[in-house]
């Protein structure tokens, strides 16, 4: 009698956590190199013996990130740097290698090149240094970092060969299952930042459809509620 209500509210609760995504997608719509988000449902079949095969309910098993580029802005900033295509720049953090598309960098008190964290950015060779006096810092598109007296090192830009494995950690960093692997051929554009691949138009739509599917299942549910009210109530009538 009550599993056509269990069903819907596991599809109700599908439905707040698929909205919960696409607030934070919205949230993050202007948020440099953020990645959006999807929810992933499937099928539950829960046995029975009067029926097969089974009372079908929904469940979110998780969700993935839209790979996918976002647009290149401009800066103008020296130590901005957007990579196009595969990468990630590695980070050394108190808890070991991290790994980031953000590149808007900064130097410490020490001359390195740091995140807005304060954790150095990662070279071919380690940390890069800019020494003392250095005003004209040039980063080619291949991650070599030079100033007005030469090379001072290469950015380390490494990919995976499993990118669903990165898995968020604080500061909008990633964490990763497998052992990263250099790319050969890095394409970084110097003084622009990578942009969120947020589409507001089309998570503005998914806001809409699931609100709509959300108060069609809010009918259904209290039609539902109020048949059963009625069957309770017609047998305690003949029972009486």
Do not use: C, W
């Not at 580029?69 to 991290?98: C, H, K, W």
């Not at 890069?128 to 007296?149: A, K, L, R, T």
């Not at 909008?172 to 050969?184: C, F, H, K, N, S």
């Amino acid at each position: 009698m009550e599993n056509s209500l269990y069903i819907a509210l596991s599809r109700r609760r599908a439905l707040e956590r698929q909205m919960d995504v696409v607030a934070n997608n919205l949230a993050n719509m202007n948020t440099p190199s953020y990645k959006a988000e999807r929810m992933v449902f499937q099928e539950y079949l829960v046995p029975t013996k009067a029926r097969a095969p089974g009372l079908s309910y929904v469940q979110d098993i998780g969700q993935y990130r839209v790979l996918d580029d976002g647009p290149m802005r401009q800066t103008g900033n020296q130590l901005d740097v957007a990579i196009s295509g595969d990468g990630y720049f590695v980070v050394d953090t108190p808890l070991g290698e991290r790994y980031s598309r953000h590149g808007r960098f900064q130097l410490d008190t020490n001359g390195n090149l740091t995140n807005s964290s304060g954790n150095p950015i990662l070279g071919a060779g380690g940390p890069i240094n800019i020494p003392p006096g250095e005003s004209q810092i040039s980063i080619s598109g291949d991650g070599v970092v030079s100033g007005e007296n030469g090379e001072l090192g290469t950015l380390r830009i490494v990919t995976f060969d499993d990118l669903t494995g990165l898995r968020k950690a604080a500061d909008g960093l990633y964490t990763a299952t497998e052992d990263p692997q250099d790319v050969e051929s890095p394409q970084l554009v110097q003084g622009s930042l990578e942009g969120s691949n947020v589409q507001a138009v089309l998570e503005l739509t998914n806001m809409i459809e699931i609100q709509r599917r959300h108060a069609s299942l809010k009918r259904f549910i209290d039609q539902e509620d109020r048949r059963q009210r009625d069957m309770i109530d017609k047998l305690s009538r003949v029972s009486a």
